[in-house]
């Protein structure tokens, strides 16, 4: 079909807003040639909430709660990245212990957001089996996550200066059970993914994005690292208790002797990366400290610090899709002056450029979430002038971010 | 030619076949979901859900697209129906035999069996949608691949019949009589699963469904061919969806697996009929389990490229080798035991 593609006229396919291969809402312009893309687009923006407009209006300890309900998937990611800032400014000592529990959850989110981004994959490839089986998998870390935190999702554990809840040395036998099973299935679950027929058929050198471009267009997490890239914020810039621990960059090379950059090495990427969470999760529970596990538990007097704290921070996270990147500055109010969150997938979008070009309109889902894509944590702004969303030029971008650092400046 | 009472009787038959077909063709789809759903670990829908979702469709709007081709839109999923409810006519449902048997053979059902594919094809491209418009160009794909290997089973099977010396091979009522695996020799048998096994391939892409469910394709067409159906065209396409899996069940039942349990087992006459019936549904139901359900539950899609290379290089040799081995098998002497 795709022969003697030069005397046919390109159509246009459009996917999105919303569409069955995208499970949050982003618009895609697919300028096709038979069955192979030749040019592709896309317009983010559709989600956009205005949480950073609300935080602006509250104090770090509500803004918390705001933070957890960024993603629904990396509850934990964005208010870990969210308190560091804050606890940088305000110069709160967080106590060992809750710098643990905190890495402690942060890997068992890991693990669930892996697991359901092998399932998605699944189904995206039309794969329903693997998708059920890869999700009830998974539903073991999402209950030792709501035996430890209390919840499903949105957890709620973390707090400016620590945690909320100690675990107990009940629980230190749920958290065993889980990783021993996962342990135990986690060579079930390569073998189902990585030696299956048709899912090597269809994600063997589809997608590709070479270590070059993984490098140019500034991607980060699992996508960076199936590409080649050496990026792991807990091994470059431990923070938290990972310093303690050891952290080694997941490379497809380990698995498969070789990087080609494809899906495929993004599924060998995330899976082992579950069996590393389950090691470190092992480490934070044998090297766990005891003692307080926050640094103020009284919110009236943690909200007098934060109310004197002036300055700027950054806090950074390796959330499951990569760097989230959370920058606060405070000048001594109730409300931060400013907040800015840069979620992962923000740094990743734009990969899918090179990944779709020349592929195949069946690629196009598994492609579309290979990257993890998560869109209602990246989208920050939608402009809208009049009734028309509009579109901003680079020098028109340029101008603004000036006129934005000259306001922080006065 | 044809007299009044034979005229009669042919309404008639064609009437209670459009009835059974609609009926045990969801009842199929309705077994399927919930075969799968077992496989998936999960509990799936109950057995008469298909039933349920076809009434809900019949009050639900039926919306035509503003840049379709109303008449083509909407006849579309009426001849599709139509035009597998009319194989049905043709072919052998337990020990009845067919109502147009004597008016048709295997050649003819093959082509009949293009028919929903093409009405789905034009009403793909009657829709406007650019999704649609890939759909219908995938499945003419399909249907080209897929129309090869399936050809070579049904000339495999009747050329080793005749070699057999029996009467019109093609017709259903003599490969019914003779089955297959009585006629032929060890190599022809070797050759006849090898058939068998093109015939299985062949059935989830004559159906649409996972591997070769490329021109719907959820995930990446959101339903493709019948992305703009719904109400009652998409009923239409739903109904016949079951009556073709009855079809292409009943097609392999057919040429595989003809026997009945009354030629086994002596019983009643009203019982016979009866008993028939039920083991006919059993054959048609672990034709279908074999073919549709466990191959979709197991593999992922293929990509187009990948359907058409599956069906013309890999089954169509496998069908050619089958084709040889029944070819072998007749020229040796005293292979087989009619011969």
């Known amino acids: ?410 | 030619m044809i007299g009044s009472w034979e005229l009669a009787f042919i309404v008639l038959s064609a009437i209670i076949v459009t009835i059974y077909g609609i009926v045990v063709g969801l009842f199929l789809l309705g077994v399927d979901r919930k075969l799968a759903a077992h496989m998936q670990a999960r509990v799936g829908p109950p057995i008469r859900q298909p039933f349920i979702d076809f009434r809900k469709l019949l009050i639900k709007e039926n919306v035509i697209p503003e840049n379709a081709i109303p008449w083509i839109f909407n006849l579309a999923p009426v001849m599709s129906l139509a035009s597998s409810i009319v194989i049905l006519l043709y072919l052998p449902i337990g020990s009845i035999y067919p109502p147009l048997g004597a008016y048709g053979d295997l050649i003819l059902v093959m082509y009949l069996l293009t028919i929903p594919a093409l009405c789905m094809v034009a009403g793909g491209f009657a829709s406007g949608s650019p999704y649609a418009s890939v759909g219908a160009q995938r499945e003419m794909v399909t249907m080209i691949a897929y129309e090869f290997p399936l050809a070579i089973v049904v000339v495999a099977v009747a050329w080793r019949l005749a070699a057999a010396g029996i009467q019109d091979p093609f017709t259903l009522g003599s490969i019914a009589a003779y089955p297959l695996w009585s006629v032929a020799g060890p190599l022809g048998i070797i050759g006849g699963l090898l058939l068998l096994l093109v015939m299985a391939a062949v059935t989830p892409a004559e159906l649409s469904r996972i591997p070769f469910d490329t021109q719907e394709a959820e995930t990446e067409l959101a339903g493709g061919l019948l992305v703009e159906y719904s109400g009652k065209n998409l009923a239409m396409f739903y109904l016949s969806q079951g009556v073709k899996t009855l079809v292409m069940a009943a097609i392999a039942v057919a040429v595989f697996i003809p026997w009945n349990l009354s030629s086994i087992v002596t019983l009643p006459e009203g019982v016979a009929l009866v008993a028939d019936l039920l083991f006919f549904l059993g054959k048609v139901i672990l034709v279908m389990f074999f073919s549709v359900s466990l191959v979709r539950v197991a593999m992922a899609r293929f990509q187009i490229n990948r359907v058409v290379s599956v069906f013309w290089m890999y089954l169509g040799l496998i069908g050619l080798v089958g084709l040889l081995l029944l070819m072998a098998d007749a020229a040796l002497p005293a292979a087989g035991v009619l011969a």
């Not at chain 1, 905190?102 to 794969?127: D, K, M, N, T, Y």
């Not at chain 1, 009830?136 to 620590?162: A, F």
């Open chain 1, 1 to 410: 079909m795709s022969e003697g593609s030069g005397r046919k006229a390109p159509y246009i396919i459009p996917i999105g807003p919303t569409h069955p291969a995208l499970k949050e809402p982003v618009m895609f312009t697919f300028e096709m040639e038979g069955e192979m893309i030749k040019e592709v687009d896309f317009a983010p923006g559709q989600a956009h909430r205005g949480i950073e407009w609300m935080g602006m209006r509250r104090n770090p300890v509500q803004i918390v709660h705001l933070t957890d309900r960024i993603c629904g998937i990396c509850g934990v990611s964005h208010t870990f990245a969210f308190a560091r800032a804050v606890e940088q400014i305000a110069e709160i000592e967080v106590p060992e212990r809750a710098d643990y529990i905190r890495a402690l959850i942060a890997e068992f989110e890991r693990i669930q957001s892996h697991l359901l981004w092998a399932g998605v994959a699944a189904h995206e490839l039309g794969f329903d089996s693997l998708l059920h089986l890869t999700w009830r998998v998974r539903e073991q870390s999402m209950d030792v996550i709501e035996n430890l935190t209390g919840n499903r999702v949105n957890y709620g554990i973390i707090q400016v200066g620590g945690v909320r809840r100690d675990i107990v040395p009940e629980q230190h036998q749920v958290i065993e059970d889980c990783l021993n099973a996962y342990e135990g299935v986690i060579s079930k679950l390569l073998e189902l993914f990585l030696d299956d027929r048709s899912i090597a058929l269809r994600c063997r050198d589809v997608g590709v994005l070479s270590h070059r471009e993984a490098l140019e267009l500034c991607t980060v997490g699992p996508t960076a690292r199936a590409s080649g890239v050496n990026v792991d914020l807990r091994q470059d810039y431990p923070y938290s208790a990972y310093g303690d621990l050891d952290v080694r960059t997941i490379l497809p090379d380990q698995y498969a002797g070789e990087t080609r950059g494809d899906v495929y090495d993004r599924i060998v990427v995330r899976l082992l990366e579950v069996g590393q969470s389950c090691g470190i999760i092992r480490q934070c529970l044998d090297a766990m400290p005891a003692g307080e596990v926050t640094a103020e538990p009284k919110i009236a007097k943690l909200l007098a610090i934060c109310k004197k704290a002036s300055g700027e921070a950054i806090g950074r996270v390796e959330a499951p899709r990569g760097e989230c990147f959370h920058y606060v500055r405070m000048e001594a109010q109730e409300a931060p002056h400013s907040w800015k969150v840069k979620a992962s997938s923000y740094s990743n979008l734009m990969s899918w450029i090179p990944m779709l070009r020349g592929e195949q309109i069946a690629d196009i889902p598994i492609i579309v979430a290979s990257i993890d894509p998560c869109l209602s944590c990246t989208d920050r702004v939608a402009v809208i002038r009049g009734q028309r969303r509009d579109i901003l030029s680079k020098e028109e971008l340029h101008r603004l971010s000036v006129e934005a650092t000259r306001r922080l400046q006065v």
